[in-house]
């Protein structure tokens, strides 16, 4: 380092430290996640019980429990529900009308996942009745004249995609009451999911909804520039492709994983994946074959069609199964682990997996044949920690790459500048 000045040293080592943090916005380049200008990969899981949990002072404990065991698993990512349509504990009583008890819930998670290093998704409205969803608001809207003639009217009529667009702005800007940062520029949050497995069964051409996400990623991004967006999609191939469809379960649900991924504003594509339940009676041969196509397709189609990051939303086999057993598990959150690996060793689309669900100790009655309970010390959460270790050091390995041309490139600069006597 002979002839390196101790400012250019000193701000070399600034930019490293910068470089290996994890404080800055998740982007997109290329087919990858970028986090400081390295690769980022977005192992993590789905808890969407987070807000509820945290809007009661005596339960938030729950909350940072299983944050600090997913991260000392090497987990990176949380993906949760901001929404809750009425009824019991909702965030949103009704149409603008918000729970501040709930919201504060939120705000808890939020600052908690940032403690923590956790990145967060944060899915705005819900296909299914859980939690409200599109139902809520096609009753909401019912409630005040609307002549709606089912829930599949969420993504078409002006008055309840009005009441969702209020929902999208006021989740946007809220400020944190503890940390005192608007969501819509805290880095914290990784990225924003339009609807939690959107369907539209009334229209299986997936025109309908290919409409909705347009006009819903252009409202989300005249609000919030800083952050991801991806549709939450479960990944069916649709009309654009019909060569592809034989890769579906044997239904269609009114969704285009290619066109729909293809609309402005979506920076990401996401597909989720429950053979026990989309091929049920089906052998567990069958079902990991199925998985096993579906999850090498998107993958390559997310490289060469898309030409966007792929996340592996939501995955998972509940003991609830005929016939389980946890090396059945195993192999299935092995087969996902072993596609994403292999595609993001080379450089590839494939960004990450969020396994459903994580549970916190002392959460039984929220069991649903599907969690995981880290510190239980299951040979699923040794998977889990393993594949974080593994696409841990791909990020690593990039992120030091990085710093040695930085390292050339200022070793370059000192000796012109040395050459020309300045």
């Excluded at 729909?260 to 069958?286: M, R």
């Excluded at 490289?303 to 995955?315: D, G, H, I, S, T």
Aim: hydrophobic share 35%; charged share 20%.
């Amino acid at each position: 380092m002979k002839g390196w000045s101790s400012v250019t040293i000193f701000l070399l080592l600034l930019l490293i430290l910068a470089e290996a943090g994890d404080d800055g916005f998740v982007g997109t380049r290329g087919v990858q996640f970028v986090l400081n200008g390295a690769p980022f990969y977005a192992n993590g899981f789905n808890a969407y019980w987070l807000m509820y949990m945290g809007s009661d002072p005596s339960q938030r404990s729950k909350v940072s429990s299983a944050f600090e065991e997913a991260r000392s698993h090497g987990l990176s990512v949380a993906r949760t529900w901001a929404f809750g349509d009425g009824g019991y504990r909702p965030l949103q009583y009704s149409p603008g009308s918000y729970n501040e008890q709930t919201f504060q819930g939120l705000d808890f998670v939020v600052s908690e996942a940032r403690r923590y290093g956790i990145k967060l998704i944060l899915s705005l409205v819900n296909n299914y009745e859980n939690f409200g969803g599109k139902k809520q608001y096609v009753d909401w809207a019912r409630s005040q004249g609307q002549n709606l003639a089912s829930d599949d009217d969420f993504f078409t009529n002006p008055v309840v995609k009005g009441y969702y667009k209020n929902h999208i702005k006021a989740v946007l800007t809220r400020r944190n009451s503890i940390t005192g940062v608007m969501y819509k520029d805290d880095p914290t949050i990784m990225a924003w999911e339009l609807m939690n497995e959107p369907r539209c069964l009334s229209d299986p051409s997936g025109r309908t909804i290919q409409v909705w996400i347009a006009e819903m990623a252009s409202h989300v991004k005249s609000i919030d520039g800083k952050h991801l967006l991806e549709a939450g999609l479960e990944g069916f191939y649709g009309e654009s492709s019909p060569q592809k469809q034989q890769y579906n379960p044997n239904f269609q649900v009114g969704t285009d994983f290619i066109a729909d991924n293809q609309i402005p504003g979506i920076d990401f594509a996401t597909v989720h994946s429950y053979p026990d339940v989309w091929l049920a009676g089906t052998s567990d041969e069958t079902q990991l074959s199925f998985l096993t196509n579906w999850a090498n397709t998107h993958i390559h189609d997310a490289q060469n069609a898309l030409r966007k990051p792929l996340l592996f939303a939501e995955f998972g086999k509940s003991w609830k199964d005929p016939g389980y057993d946890p090396a059945k598990r195993d192999l299935l959150f092995n087969t996902v682990y072993s596609s994403i690996y292999s595609s993001a060793r080379g450089g590839g689309a494939a960004g990450g997996g969020l396994f459903w669900q994580l549970l916190a100790p002392g959460m039984d009655s929220f069991r649903d044949g599907y969690e995981i309970v880290l510190s239980e010390g299951s040979s699923t959460a040794n998977l889990i920690a393993e594949e974080a270790q593994k696409m841990n050091k791909i990020r690593k390995m990039y992120v030091r790459l990085r710093n040695v041309e930085k390292w050339k490139r200022a070793r370059r600069e000192t000796d012109r500048g040395r050459d020309t006597g300045n």
